[in-house]
């Protein structure tokens, strides 16, 4: 085997061995043969050369010279054709370039031209709408300053009081009252006002007598007890008839009106009504009646035009400041006056002192808390009168208290307590602790009075008292004035369950109200009583919409409660108020009562309050209910100033 394969290697070599040589033979072969191909083919060119005629040879060179010459000619005229065209090309492109600069410049110019055109007529326009506002402004200003002028009233004029014995009617005038002297105060500021002011018509004379002294005996129920109950809403009814039946046209009826008529919530407040107030003001002011009645139509138009919002903030502001020191016209002889009763003084006096306390504080449009005060003078202190002529007064009381009181808050703040530190718990429990023994006192001298103790039942809530405390004076404010929804409100926030209650017990008081105001216990407005409860529990005064506030207000009893609240409201005749409505939209909205929304827009025809939509963060809803409505595609009131 060992010999057999040595002999296949070797047959193999030599076979390979055989065919690189063939291949190396043919390889030089060619390469050879082409060398001799190339050597012969000179050979002969030198050949033919040497046996070519003269004559031949001379005309073959210069013939190829030619073909030459003719060769380089062509070869430049292709250049400069070549170079020719490169330059045409250039020159076209230069001049493509210079046209674009061209057109791009007068472009630029046409532009520019046009901006500054625009410039200029957006120049004009601006100055021309600045002018127009100027002249606006001017105009405004010099109405606001005859508009002032017009409003003030001598001091001769402003502080005249008739006398009422003077005048004599033929109609039957109640005996004045002697017994009682509230009810004979109230009597002298109505019956004898009505004789006073002259505005006298046997069409209407006997009716707007008795009116005004059913009228005494009402108003003498808030302050002492009667035993003559009056109703409110026949009262109401009554004046109704003397302006819309008999047209009469005394003042002292269409200020009784206006006071009835915010009892009964009746009342809606707008710009016309507003400017109807301040004229009711100015015709008060110049007639011959009691100063109690004209510094109250006064206060009246204060705190209307300081709380709503009018077209003109600027005009708002300054009706405020003017009435406020015109008030200080009536306050001297106000409180040397010992025949207003202390109650009623009092309540005059705690209504107009916020503004009083800074005179020109403004609340700004975004938070209704916070206010910015203005340069205050002694001139204007309200608290400095009263200390000089009124120090044992219940007024004096009842402010000093309701400065510790809110000092009081302002050390604690409205954060949960966790985030109260101790030194402002001190400081707040001092303050109410001072403000609770001045309501104490107060309420002992003046126990049917019912300020006091309604402000007891904050300070119960602020200081832990117990609930038996808190029921007391629940109580006793109520049995001072049973129709004032106030005391209703207090106690709602002292059951919260952030403070002493729970929700079962909170939720439990307001539908005990709510039963109380449908077997007609008159209460307020119990409404107000009904969104507390439920503004506070549901979580949204921080204005959230989180699942579980969304949640709260799907649970149908929340819906049965306000729909119970309207229905007592749309009994007595006050489902028509456009501030009611527009509560009683939102709640629609926040409960997912669509239909019922839709309903109450269509009533309200984009007449709506925008501050419980506000309140609870509900402006972007509204504006489904109301902007498709908008006559004029404008933005909707909500966001308008």
Aim: glycine share 4%.
């Amino acid at each position: 085997m060992k010999n057999r394969a040595k002999k296949q290697s070797y047959w193999g070599f030599l076979i390979g061995c055989s065919c690189m040589a063939i291949f190396g033979g043919y390889i030089a072969g060619v390469i050879s043969s082409g060398f001799v191909v190339n050597v012969n083919s000179d050979t002969a060119r030198k050949s033919n050369d040497q046996w070519m005629p003269k004559s031949t040879k001379v005309l073959n060179d210069q013939k190829m010279k030619e073909n030459a010459r003719l060769l380089r000619r062509k070869q430049v005229a292709i250049a400069m054709a070549h170079e020719e065209r490169i330059k045409q090309i250039e020159e076209a492109k230069v001049r493509a370039a210079e046209e674009r600069r061209i057109k791009r410049e007068a472009e630029k110019k046409a532009r520019d031209e046009r901006r500054k055109k625009k410039k200029a007529a957006d120049r004009k326009i601006v100055l021309e709408k600045f002018a127009k506002k100027q002249a606006q402004l001017k105009k405004s200003r010099l109405e606001l300053k005859e508009e002032m002028t017009l409003l003030s009233i001598d001091d001769a004029e402003l502080l005249k009081v008739n006398d009422w014995r003077k005048v004599s009617l033929n109609v039957k005038i109640p005996t004045a009252p002697t017994d009682n002297q509230i009810l004979k105060w109230y009597y002298d500021t109505t019956v004898n006002d009505y004789l006073r002011e002259g505005s006298h018509n046997s069409t209407w004379d006997q009716e707007a007598i008795d009116t005004l002294y059913l009228t005494a005996l009402k108003f003498s129920e808030n302050h002492y007890d009667n035993k003559e109950v009056v109703s409110t809403k026949k009262l109401y009814e009554q004046y109704s008839r003397l302006i819309d039946t008999l047209h009469c046209t005394s003042p002292i009826i269409q200020y009784g009106h206006y006071l009835v008529s915010l009892m009964v919530k009746e009342h809606e407040h707008s710009d016309t009504n507003l400017e109807q107030l301040l004229q009711l003001s100015q015709k008060i002011k110049k007639s011959g009646c009691s100063l109690f009645r004209k510094a109250h139509i006064n206060h009246l138009v204060t705190a209307n035009f300081h709380t709503e919002r009018i077209e003109s903030r600027t005009r708002r502001l300054k009706i405020v400041e003017f009435m406020v020191k015109d008030g200080f016209r009536f306050w001297p002889l106000l409180l040397k006056d010992k025949a207003i009763p202390e109650s009623v003084l009092a309540a005059l006096v705690i209504g107009q002192y916020p503004f009083t306390r800074a005179l020109g504080a403004t609340r700004s449009e975004e938070n209704y808390q916070s206010t910015t005060m203005i340069a205050n003078s002694k001139k204007y202190s309200l608290l400095s009168l009263i200390k000089e002529h009124r120090p044992d007064s219940l007024a004096l009381k009842l402010i000093e208290a309701k400065e510790l009181q809110m000092l009081g808050w302002g050390y604690r703040g409205t954060g949960y307590a966790s985030s109260v530190s101790t030194s402002r718990f001190t400081g707040f429990r001092s303050c109410l602790e001072k403000a609770k023994q001045k309501y104490i006192e107060a309420y002992n001298r003046w126990p049917n009075f019912s300020y006091p103790s309604l402000q007891m039942i904050s300070i119960s809530m602020g200081l832990s008292l117990n609930t038996e405390t808190m029921n007391m004076w629940f109580n006793r404010a109520i049995k001072a004035n049973t129709t004032y929804s106030a005391p209703y409100n207090a106690k709602t926030l002292y059951l919260l369950p952030r403070w002493h209650g729970s929700k079962e017990e909170c939720l439990t008081f307001v539908r005990d109200s709510l039963k109380k105001a449908e077997n007609n216990i008159e209460i307020a407005d119990v409404a107000e009583i009904v969104d507390t409860a439920h503004f506070y529990l549901s979580g949204r005064e921080a204005k959230g919409k989180s699942r579980r506030i969304l949640e709260y207000w799907k649970d149908p009893r929340v819906w049965n409660d306000f729909s119970r609240a309207y229905a007592v409201l749309n009994n007595k005749g006050q489902r028509n108020i456009r501030e009611v409505k527009s509560l009683y939209l939102a709640h629609a909205i926040l409960c997912k009562k669509i239909n019922i929304a839709k309903e109450i827009s269509k009533e309200l025809k984009n007449r709506y309050n925008e501050k419980p939509f506000t309140k609870y963060g509900l402006v972007l809803e509204s504006e489904r209910f109301f902007w498709k409505r908008s006559a004029k595609k404008e933005v909707p009131a909500i966001y308008r100033k």
